[in-house]
């Protein structure tokens, strides 16, 4: 969906009409304008709708929205409507855009003047210590959402029984017409994937980490560099798609393993792999001291030594949810390749994160230590307001 289609145009017409008051409400189409937002990731489409800036009386309706149309991956109607409160709850708190309208298949949203962090500026200081910070709020939000760990949002299911039923439709008889594709699914398959989920779960069960409200797909395109400063933090989180109640350790996990992924590579496969680019322990301990100073009263006041051993505890966990992270995106490569239209190496992304998450289990099981809960049970901020 690189071009903007007389089709869609038209729906895009009608919604804004439909959803919007003011001068949109009275809207004539040659006033009407579509284009593709440039960075659209690979789980939606955005578009900008914008009218003439001389017809918008009030701010409570501007000129331009964003138009969001749900990818492939949100093919359950409840998930998306899950996604739509989601992000409803969180606008509320100002921790989201505000959302105009919520209709079968997307929704509009405020358009906020912004850009995305590039995959290189997520490791500068100045940035990684404000996403740490937001990641611990979010975490320590209190939403009505179930609150079992979950590890997508899909009809609220729990992360075993998720990534069990795509396992299962991988399984199921998949295959692939294309040879080339058809080689690199029966690679993957022949690293016998229903035993590596099985190792997952162990090392999940094995592993504390608290469950908490998390965004599950921090990557830097999903980071907001929003125009001008508020309350001294200019960054702001985006596509919830994914979010859900889930294990702390998945989230920032998954957020040091984008560190390493830039998609905004032209050529095949889309996408470019550099783990020499994963943040040093130097740099995690960077990010994990800003979060534990938001998420844990305690933190900035507790001795050195029991800092030291929150500090260590939550590396490890860290380090050992990185599995579930590799494997997760691995099935989604196979699971996309199959639904999602998009420009994207999807097989070839599904083998990156499974030959990653080879390599790591081979150090882990090596040498496997468990945090020691005790230093996990610094009480807690109150939930965000």
């Known amino acids: 969906m690189n071009q903007v289609g007389p089709e869609l145009v038209t729906k895009a017409f009608v919604w804004c009409r439909q959803y919007l008051r003011g001068a949109w409400a009275t809207l004539e189409k040659h006033d009407f304008h579509v284009e593709v937002l440039s960075g659209t990731g690979l789980s939606n489409y955005l578009f900008i709708c914008s009218i003439p800036s001389a017809s918008v009386q009030t701010t409570t309706y501007p000129n331009k929205v964003l138009l969001r149309i749900h990818g492939e991956i949100l093919d359950n109607p409840e998930s998306a409507l899950i996604e739509s409160v989601t992000c409803a709850l969180l606008a509320d708190r100002k921790l989201a855009p505000k959302i105009f309208g919520i209709f079968s298949g997307g929704r509009i949203e405020e358009y906020i003047p912004s850009r995305n962090l590039r995959v290189d500026e997520v490791r500068e200081e100045r940035y990684s210590i404000q996403i740490a910070k937001k990641l611990a709020m979010f975490h320590s939000l209190e939403l009505p959402l179930q609150k079992e760990p979950i590890f997508i949002q899909d009809a609220c299911v729990s992360f075993t029984s998720s990534t069990r039923r795509w396992l299962s439709k991988i399984l199921d008889g998949m295959s692939f017409n294309n040879p080339e594709h058809d080689t690199k699914f029966k690679k993957?398959?022949?690293?016998?994937?229903?035993?590596?989920?099985?190792?997952?779960?162990?090392?999940?069960?094995?592993?504390?980490?608290?469950?908490?409200?998390?965004?599950?797909?921090?990557?830097?395109?999903?980071?907001?560099?929003?125009?001008?400063?508020?309350?001294?933090?200019?960054?702001?989180?985006?596509?919830?798609?994914?979010?859900?109640?889930?294990?702390?350790?998945?989230?920032?996990?998954?957020?040091?393993?984008?560190?390493?992924?830039?998609?905004?590579?032209?050529?095949?496969?889309?996408?470019?792999?550099?783990?020499?680019?994963?943040?040093?322990?130097?740099?995690?301990?960077?990010?994990?001291?800003?979060?534990?100073?938001?998420?844990?009263?305690?933190?900035?006041?507790?001795?050195?030594?029991?800092?030291?051993?929150?500090?260590?505890n939550l590396l490890t966990e860290i380090k050992r949810f990185t599995l579930p992270c590799h494997f997760f995106w691995a099935l989604w490569g196979i699971i996309q390749e199959k639904r999602s239209h998009h420009q994207f190496g999807h097989l070839d992304f599904a083998l990156t994160r499974m030959h990653a998450y080879l390599k790591l289990k081979e150090e882990l099981t090596t040498h496997v230590g468990i945090p020691h809960p005790s230093a996990m049970q610094l009480a807690r901020r109150p939930a965000a307001d």
């Not at 999903?222 to 933090?233: A, F, Y």
């Not at 989230?251 to 393993?257: G, L, P, Q, R």
């Open 188 to 312: 993957l398959l022949s690293y016998g994937l229903e035993n590596e989920l099985h190792y997952v779960e162990q090392l999940m069960n094995s592993t504390p980490s608290p469950s908490v409200f998390c965004h599950n797909d921090l990557n830097e395109g999903n980071v907001l560099l929003v125009d001008g400063e508020t309350k001294g933090s200019n960054i702001m989180f985006i596509d919830f798609e994914y979010a859900s109640y889930n294990y702390r350790g998945f989230d920032i996990a998954n957020h040091f393993c984008e560190w390493a992924l830039d998609y905004t590579y032209s050529s095949k496969p889309y996408f470019l792999y550099s783990p020499e680019n994963y943040p040093t322990k130097e740099e995690q301990l960077t990010f994990i001291r800003a979060y534990l100073s938001f998420y844990n009263e305690e933190y900035d006041t507790a001795p050195e030594e029991m800092k030291i051993a929150l500090e260590s």
